[in-house]
């Protein structure tokens, strides 16, 4: 079945759950950390999060956001992409393996629809008799705004 991107007030409120069971502390500042990283659909790297919050938030520091997704990192609780040339970018309101459109040009990375991609990766199991545990899958290209420039 595909999954779909969940409401972020219930998103926001399952990474709460989350950290608390594990014995986390929910401070103010954590928490505005994770209501970005719930609602945004841009995938934004810890710097971009740092600064969207800094007007709100002057006391906040970038070790506070570090700290907050290595939190949400250790709980299954945000997917984390690795770039060699960028930063790393967090998806928090899809924490696991989904396909992934990067633009070249301005950095922009969106969520494709799923499509057939579960039937596809079911298929590959079926084909291959290999279990998949995870997977990482990223097409390159120009964004509808970069095209027009
Ligand atoms: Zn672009
Ligand atoms: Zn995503």
Do not use: W
Not at 38 to 60: F, G, K, V
Not at 97 to 122: A, Q, R, V, Y
């Amino acid at each position: 079945m595909d999954k779909v991107r969940i409401l972020p007030e219930i998103r926001l409120k399952q990474m709460v759950e989350k950290l608390k069971k594990n014995g986390f502390r929910i401070t103010p500042q954590r928490y505005a950390v994770l209501k970005v990283l719930a609602q945004s659909e841009n995938h934004p790297s810890a710097e971009r999060i740092y600064e969207q919050l800094l007007t709100d938030y002057p006391t906040m520091s970038q070790a506070t956001v570090y700290k907050t997704i290595s939190l949400l990192k250790k709980t299954g609780e945000v997917l984390e992409l690795e770039f060699s040339e960028m930063s790393n970018r967090y998806d928090g309101n899809k924490p696991y393996p989904h396909p992934h459109m990067i633009c070249t040009k301005c950095g922009t990375i969106s969520d494709p629809p799923m499509l057939d991609f579960e039937k596809l990766k079911n298929k590959m199991m079926e084909k291959t008799g290999f279990t998949i545990s995870s997977h990482r899958l990223d097409f390159y290209g120009y964004c509808p705004d970069c095209q027009k420039k």
